[in-house]
């Protein structure tokens, strides 16, 4: 019990956080969170726990997203019909991309993932009378609240959250992490790698997706450079599962977290700082740095990569003991 | 209907013959060893039986079934189990994980597979290790590892490649004991090794084998005076 | 019948190009058993340096390949040996952790340069940067076609120095077999760092090369690490012979693509030769010529 007494008490501040922090702000920047813990989470079933990296995961949100949208563009069906689509469409995407990269070893399946999530953003550009190419898709929000979307999108990140604990503490947790481990000796294991990879796959594709469409829903628009981006999405999702800790359960959401942190430390230009100074100096030279430092969460993002990989191999979730010891200064037991 | 044969087993890599018209038969409820010098073609002729190489012509047949068309994770369902010459334990998981994940191949839920793994590591010995992560062990618990996991799978027929290799004189006795209560418990067992008296001691029958050939099958006492065995291993000077 | 041969002329003077950069990757590729997804982005850079000392110093870009390439190899080698060498000592659970290393580096460098010079589009206009010549009726772009000779020329030079001398020797003996090699004495720490600068500096000489004829802004190297890396997987993982063809096969393929289907077609040529690739040949050009 003691093991979920933390996550339900993140849970229960959640639920109530919105009630207390009325501004939209902040809860923009909590649903933005809670969707990049799906992402991440769906990532790192794939990466972390099956050892099968994608570089592409925007592939697969881009998909979700997409087939939502252009239900309700073209058919006018709820958007929210389209959650479950653009779940199943992702999946579909990813079904026989798998089928044909998981027969290769090595790196092929992760520069394939990179591949796929290039084709996928030009065929969204050409495909005009479909997608409308580069203008984009723009559909009428549900909701004028942030609320409805907190909500719904937090049931999502449980649901998530729970289908990954289920996953891993199953028959099925057990063979990803033994394919991840040696794919010889989990085949003399009796374990049918393909397919097992598969399933990983499919799964971790599926709440992408789903992910993907809640974006559509919440943001009201799409286009292929947003909802396929290489760096926002696909670099972000991996630094969302490295960051956190790959193969953990809620490595992904302490990643999420300083992903959004980053983002906005960025976005905010260091929380203002800069703007200050400049304001306060009257100096030229702050203003160009703040206008700089706005659009530059990429380099951000980049910077983390480098050191997470370097220092914290394992994550922060992973790496606990190593920070606690390096950081704290305090002694492993015994 | 016999037990485990192979007719004529044929493989090529490149334009070498590794395995050259191998044929033998396995009795159940025997030790049957697999000898030869090295290079000789053993641990490809296990690859041949577990599936992990397609042959080039010839026949592997379990229990009137052929199987050498099956992938290898079916080949292990059907009960054939194997352990690697060169240890694959799955490193960042610890010892009762490996052996749990290899239960899964006979039972589904977590609980079944646990109680199966428990009860196949009390009877490998290697409860002392069990909490420990794979990939910290000294080689010898690796090998015990290495023959626990395939246990855990429930096979009739047991492949064990070089599992006494690099240990001392006391982990020796005790792999050698190990392997006559899995024959003991009515596992079959195709055994391959190198040190000779460990072999002469435990086989029923063995099958010796040189550049991909059948050159001896009997006894051990048969086979340690026979001409080409001897040949194989010391040289032509000392037939 | 003109603009099938304009087309097909078009594509090899790129393709020849493509050829250095995938040369660069596929070094990377055989010796450190990586792809490297910053090449692209390596090769911007060398553009910007051919920038800065045109438009500074008016150093003709052909002349400005002795500074560039130096340059490169030096950020290569500085790359390897502090963030990549690294890598292999720490235990992680995380698969292919140097390739997302060169992706980190890969932002790094672009949003480094964007900062420097803004997101704004350059462009080194040489006296021969539009300039063309006629065979018959089919025109060829000067500075392609110096470039096409130049990269031609450094492509063989490569070889002849993979083939020839003992440094050359010890990286293809590293790339073969690290452990082996080891044991015959080589240093293959050394060596994946030469390599790593040695595949700099030739992204660094097609950057240069390309600088008169092309725009150039921080995000011009995301695509070209994309077409880098389809060459290497079409030559065949690790092979220099490989990523010649390679890189011919795709700028050609390119050129025929915009030319018949339209300029939107493009980028996804490449894309749909290299799903074309995993599924029916898996070994890349390799499997075909056995080099």
Same mark, same amino acid.
């Given at each position: 019990?003691?093991?979920?007494?933390?996550?339900?008490?993140?849970?229960?501040?959640?639920?109530?956080?919105?009630?207390?922090?009325?501004?939209?702000?902040?809860?923009?920047?909590?649903?933005?969170?809670?969707?990049?813990?799906?992402?991440?989470?769906?990532?790192?079933?794939?990466?972390?726990?099956?050892?099968?990296?994608?570089?592409?995961?925007?592939?697969?949100?881009?998909?979700?997203?997409?087939?939502?949208?252009?239900?309700?563009?073209?058919?006018?069906?709820?958007?929210?019909?389209?959650?479950?689509?653009?779940?199943?469409?992702?999946?579909?995407?990813?079904?026989?991309?798998?089928?044909?990269?998981?027969?290769?070893?090595?790196?092929?399946?992760?520069?394939?993932?990179?591949?796929?999530?290039?084709?996928?953003?030009?065929?969204?550009?050409?495909?005009?009378?479909?997608?409308?190419?580069?203008?984009?898709?723009?559909?009428?929000?549900?909701?004028?609240?942030?609320?409805?979307?907190?909500?719904?999108?937090?049931?999502?990140?449980?649901?998530?959250?729970?289908?990954?604990?289920?996953?891993?503490?199953?028959?099925?947790?057990?063979?990803?992490?033994?394919?991840?481990?040696?794919?010889?000796?989990?085949?003399?294991?009796?374990?049918?790698?393909?397919?097992?990879?598969?399933?990983?796959?499919?799964?971790?594709?599926?709440?992408?997706?789903?992910?993907?469409?809640?974006?559509?829903?919440?943001?009201?628009?799409?286009?292929?450079?947003?909802?396929?981006?290489?760096?926002?999405?696909?670099?972000?999702?991996?630094?969302?599962?490295?960051?956190?800790?790959?193969?953990?359960?809620?490595?992904?959401?302490?990643?999420?977290?300083?992903?959004?942190?980053?983002?906005?430390?960025?976005?905010?230009?260091?929380?203002?700082?800069?703007?200050?100074?400049?304001?306060?100096?009257?100096?030229?030279?702050?203003?160009?740095?703040?206008?700089?430092?706005?659009?530059?969460?990429?380099?951000?993002?980049?910077?983390?990569?480098?050191?997470?990989?370097?220092?914290?191999?394992?994550?922060?979730?992973?790496?606990?003991?190593?920070?606690?010891?390096?950081?704290?200064?305090?002694?492993?037991?015994? | 209907?016999?037990?485990?044969?192979?007719?004529?087993?044929?493989?090529?890599?490149?334009?070498?013959?590794?395995?050259?018209?191998?044929?033998?038969?396995?009795?159940?409820?025997?030790?049957?060893?697999?000898?030869?010098?090295?290079?000789?073609?053993?641990?490809?002729?296990?690859?041949?039986?577990?599936?992990?190489?397609?042959?080039?012509?010839?026949?592997?047949?379990?229990?009137?079934?052929?199987?050498?068309?099956?992938?290898?994770?079916?080949?292990?369902?059907?009960?054939?189990?194997?352990?690697?010459?060169?240890?694959?334990?799955?490193?960042?998981?610890?010892?009762?994980? &490996?052996?749990?994940?290899?239960?899964?191949?006979?039972?589904?839920?977590?609980?079944?597979?646990?109680?199966?793994?428990?009860?196949?590591?009390?009877?490998?010995?290697?409860?002392?290790?069990?909490?420990?992560?794979?990939?910290?062990?000294?080689?010898?618990?690796?090998?015990?590892?290495?023959?626990?996991?395939?246990?855990?799978?429930?096979?009739?027929?047991?492949?064990?490649?070089?599992?006494?290799?690099?240990?001392?004189?006391?982990?020796?006795?005790?792999?050698?004991?190990?392997?006559?209560?899995?024959?003991?418990?009515?596992?079959?067992?195709?055994?391959?090794?190198?040190?000779?008296?460990?072999?002469?001691?435990?086989?029923?029958?063995?099958?010796?084998? &040189?550049?991909?050939?059948?050159?001896?099958?009997?006894?051990?006492?048969?086979?340690?005076?026979?001409?080409?065995?001897?040949?194989?291993?010391?040289?032509?000077?000392?037939? | 019948?003109?603009?099938?041969?304009?087309?097909?002329?078009?594509?090899?003077?790129?393709?020849?190009?493509?050829?250095?950069?995938?040369?660069?990757?596929?070094?990377?590729?055989?010796?450190?058993?990586?792809?490297?997804?910053?090449?692209?982005?390596?090769?911007?850079?060398?553009?910007?340096?051919?920038?800065?000392?045109?438009?500074?110093?008016?150093?003709?870009?052909?002349?400005?390949?002795?500074?560039?390439? #130096?340059?490169?190899?030096?950020?290569?080698?500085?790359?390897?040996?502090?963030?990549?060498? #690294?890598?292999?000592?720490?235990?992680?659970?995380?698969?292919?952790?140097?390739?997302?290393?060169?992706?980190?580096?890969?932002?790094?460098?672009?949003?480094?340069?964007?900062?420097?010079?803004?997101?704004?589009?350059?462009?080194?206009?040489?006296?021969?940067?539009?300039?063309?010549?006629?065979?018959?009726?089919?025109?060829?772009?000067?500075?392609?076609?110096?470039?096409?000779?130049?990269?031609?020329?450094?492509?063989?030079?490569?070889?002849?120095?993979?083939? @020839?001398?003992?440094?050359?020797?010890?990286?293809?003996?590293?790339?073969?077999?690290?452990?082996?090699?080891?044991?015959?004495?080589?240093?293959?720490?050394?060596?994946?760092?030469?390599?790593?600068?040695?595949?700099?500096?030739?992204?660094?000489?097609?950057?240069?090369?390309?600088?008169?004829?092309?725009?150039?802004? #921080?995000?011009?190297?995301? #695509?070209?690490?994309?077409?880098?890396?389809?060459?290497?997987?079409?030559?065949?993982?690790?092979?220099?012979?490989?990523?010649?063809?390679?890189?011919?096969?795709?700028?050609?393929?390119?050129?025929?693509?915009?030319?018949?289907?339209?300029?939107?077609?493009?980028?996804?040529?490449?894309?749909?030769?290299?799903?074309?690739?995993?599924?029916?040949?898996?070994?890349?050009? @390799?499997?075909?010529?056995?080099?």
């Amino acid at each position: 019990m003691k093991k979920n007494l933390y996550p339900l008490i993140f849970l229960l501040a959640l639920i109530v956080l919105p009630l207390l922090l009325r501004q939209e702000y902040y809860q923009h920047l909590i649903i933005l969170f809670m969707m990049w813990v799906i992402i991440g989470s769906a990532w790192n079933l794939l990466a972390g726990y099956t050892g099968r990296v994608s570089f592409g995961h925007a592939a697969f949100f881009g998909s979700g997203a997409y087939a939502a949208g252009l239900l309700t563009y073209h058919y006018a069906i709820s958007p929210w019909w389209g959650m479950v689509t653009g779940g199943l469409l992702a999946t579909a995407v990813a079904f026989p991309f798998g089928w044909i990269t998981f027969r290769l070893r090595g790196a092929y399946f992760a520069l394939a993932t990179l591949a796929l999530n290039e084709v996928l953003k030009d065929a969204a550009k050409i495909a005009e009378p479909l997608t409308n190419g580069m203008v984009g898709i723009l559909i009428m929000p549900t909701f004028s609240s942030k609320l409805p979307y907190y909500y719904i999108i937090l049931f999502m990140m449980v649901l998530t959250i729970l289908c990954m604990r289920l996953t891993v503490h199953s028959k099925l947790g057990y063979y990803f992490i033994s394919i991840r481990e040696d794919q010889e000796a989990a085949e003399s294991m009796g374990i049918n790698t393909t397919r097992y990879k598969m399933i990983s796959l499919c799964i971790g594709t599926f709440w992408t997706g789903l992910a993907g469409a809640f974006y559509m829903n919440y943001m009201g628009f799409i286009d292929p450079s947003v909802v396929f981006s290489l760096q926002d999405l696909s670099i972000a999702a991996v630094l969302v599962g490295i960051v956190g800790g790959v193969g953990t359960i809620y490595g992904p959401a302490v990643g999420a977290f300083i992903m959004i942190a980053v983002q906005e430390f960025f976005r905010s230009g260091f929380f203002g700082l800069f703007k200050y100074f400049a304001d306060k100096t009257g100096s030229s030279a702050f203003t160009t740095v703040s206008e700089f430092v706005k659009t530059a969460h990429t380099l951000g993002f980049g910077l983390l990569v480098i050191f997470v990989i370097l220092l914290l191999p394992n994550g922060i979730v992973g790496d606990w003991p190593k920070i606690k010891r390096k950081v704290f200064r305090i002694k492993p037991e015994n | 209907m016999s037990f485990f044969r192979t007719e004529n087993l044929v493989k090529y890599f490149g334009g070498l013959a590794a395995v050259n018209n191998v044929s033998f038969e396995v009795r159940e409820g025997e030790i049957f060893g697999l000898i030869g010098p090295n290079g000789s073609g053993k641990t490809t002729t296990f690859n041949l039986i577990s599936g992990f190489h397609r042959l080039n012509s010839g026949r592997v047949v379990f229990k009137g079934q052929e199987i050498h068309r099956l992938p290898t994770y079916q080949i292990c369902r059907l009960g054939i189990g194997r352990t690697f010459q060169v240890v694959k334990p799955l490193g960042r998981m610890s010892v009762l994980d &490996n052996v749990i994940a290899a239960a899964f191949a006979r039972v589904n839920t977590l609980r079944e597979a646990r109680d199966l793994a428990l009860e196949t590591i009390d009877f490998c010995g290697i409860v002392p290790v069990q909490n420990l992560l794979a990939k910290s062990l000294p080689i010898a618990w690796r090998k015990r590892l290495e023959i626990t996991r395939a246990m855990a799978t429930r096979p009739a027929l047991l492949l064990l490649d070089e599992t006494s290799a690099g240990l001392n004189p006391t982990e020796l006795l005790q792999a050698i004991d190990l392997i006559k209560k899995i024959r003991d418990n009515g596992t079959t067992i195709i055994i391959i090794e190198h040190i000779m008296h460990v072999i002469m001691s435990i086989s029923d029958r063995i099958h010796a084998i &040189n550049f991909g050939q059948t050159i001896g099958e009997g006894t051990p006492q048969e086979v340690a005076q026979n001409k080409a065995v001897i040949e194989a291993y010391l040289g032509t000077d000392y037939a | 019948m003109d603009v099938f041969w304009q087309t097909l002329v078009a594509g090899i003077l790129k393709g020849g190009l493509y050829a250095l950069i995938g040369i660069g990757m596929t070094l990377i590729m055989g010796v450190m058993g990586i792809i490297n997804l910053a090449q692209g982005q390596l090769m911007m850079v060398s553009m910007y340096i051919t920038y800065v000392l045109f438009s500074a110093l008016r150093i003709d870009p052909y002349l400005s390949l002795a500074i560039a390439m #130096p340059a490169l190899f030096l950020l290569g080698v500085l790359i390897q040996k502090y963030f990549l060498n #690294p890598l292999l000592k720490v235990d992680t659970i995380l698969p292919h952790n140097q390739v997302l290393m060169t992706v980190g580096i890969g932002m790094v460098l672009t949003e480094v340069i964007r900062f420097i010079f803004k997101s704004d589009y350059r462009s080194v206009s040489t006296t021969y940067s539009n300039k063309t010549f006629f065979l018959g009726h089919i025109s060829f772009s000067v500075a392609l076609t110096v470039a096409f000779g130049i990269a031609v020329m450094f492509t063989l030079g490569m070889f002849l120095f993979l083939m @020839k001398t003992d440094l050359g020797r010890s990286i293809r003996a590293t790339a073969q077999d690290k452990e082996a090699a080891t044991l015959m004495g080589v240093n293959t720490g050394r060596i994946t760092v030469i390599t790593f600068g040695l595949g700099s500096a030739l992204a660094a000489c097609a950057g240069t090369l390309l600088a008169p004829v092309f725009y150039i802004f #921080p995000d011009i190297g995301g #695509p070209f690490t994309s077409k880098a890396f389809v060459i290497t997987i079409l030559g065949g993982l690790g092979s220099t012979v490989g990523a010649i063809f390679g890189g011919l096969t795709l700028g050609i393929a390119e050129s025929v693509g915009s030319t018949y289907l339209g300029m939107d077609y493009e980028n996804i040529i490449g894309m749909i030769i290299f799903v074309g690739v995993l599924v029916f040949l898996p070994s890349g050009f @390799k499997r075909l010529t056995k080099v």
